[in-house]
């Protein structure tokens, strides 16, 4: 099956955040939970009792929605929202930016020393096909290779990086990476398209975004990253 870009359904989506100075409390979070994040997070809650010794990025709490789409893990260097919709589903960039923006503004209005360091945003897609290796090799390699090494590969993969600095977006890592797969549920053969856009990591921790940076990074992240995928799904347009 050709790849192309409006074959891929959008099905993962994770928003990040790395932080730095105050650590919320317990009392903190769980009444943000109630008061500013219980529209989407209305499901199971877990929490950790606040011990000394536990890792910087082990959630505190983990807030889940009730269909168990929605995610939110809170660590004390580390806040991730997830929305994974299964491969029947899509997972709408603005209806995700609005949730980012739920979550992030009341936890980095707690207090003025808590900072933002790092921002990543990943996407999930998926292409169904019965011969995903195949297809992949046909796409990125050379004809004479796919009647050598690489005839009727069952598994392929390729990875890719840069660091380059979008329009409206700090600089950025951009990982992109097509990969062979198989639905756990359904057993179905997939080609599956990750990426993801994540801020340089600064040595010393200096480099800080306020909350209107971090809403402005998500907001360009979605249109990046579907420009990013026609970019390499449609060899005539100028790569990012």
Excluded at 17 to 33: F, K, N, Q, S, V
Excluded at 51 to 62: C, H, K, M, V
Excluded at 106 to 133: E, F, K, Q, W
Excluded at 182 to 207: F, G, H, K, W, Y
């Amino acid at each position: 099956m050709p790849l192309r870009p409006e074959a891929f359904v959008t099905f993962y989506r994770q928003g990040s955040i790395w932080l730095r100075g105050y650590e919320p409390t317990t009392r903190d979070l769980m009444r943000l939970a109630v008061d500013d994040w219980s529209r989407v997070f209305d499901g199971e809650t877990t929490s950790l009792p606040e011990l000394q010794g536990l890792p910087s990025e082990l959630p505190r709490l983990t807030l889940g929605s009730a269909d168990r789409a929605w995610k939110l893990q809170v660590a004390p260097k580390r806040v991730n929202v997830i929305w994974e919709t299964g491969e029947a589903g899509s997972a709408d960039m603005a209806m995700f930016t609005d949730t980012l923006r739920e979550v992030f503004r009341p936890l980095l209005a707690l207090n003025v020393t808590l900072h933002v360091t790092r921002i990543a945003s990943v996407v999930r897609r998926l292409m169904p096909t019965d011969s995903p290796g195949r297809d992949l090799a046909t796409y990125f390699c050379r004809p004479d290779l796919l009647t050598g090494p690489l005839n009727r590969p069952a598994d392929f993969e390729l990875h890719a990086h840069k660091a380059y600095r979008p329009a409206s977006m700090p600089e950025v890592n951009s990982w992109v990476r097509f990969k062979t797969a198989t639905l756990s549920a359904t057993q179905r053969r997939i080609v599956l398209l990750e990426q993801d856009l994540n801020t340089l990591p600064s040595p010393d921790e200096s480099v800080h975004f306020d909350s209107p940076s971090v809403d402005g990074f998500f907001s360009a992240a979605g249109p990046e990253a579907d420009e990013i995928m026609r970019a390499y799904l449609a060899p005539t347009s100028r790569g990012r």
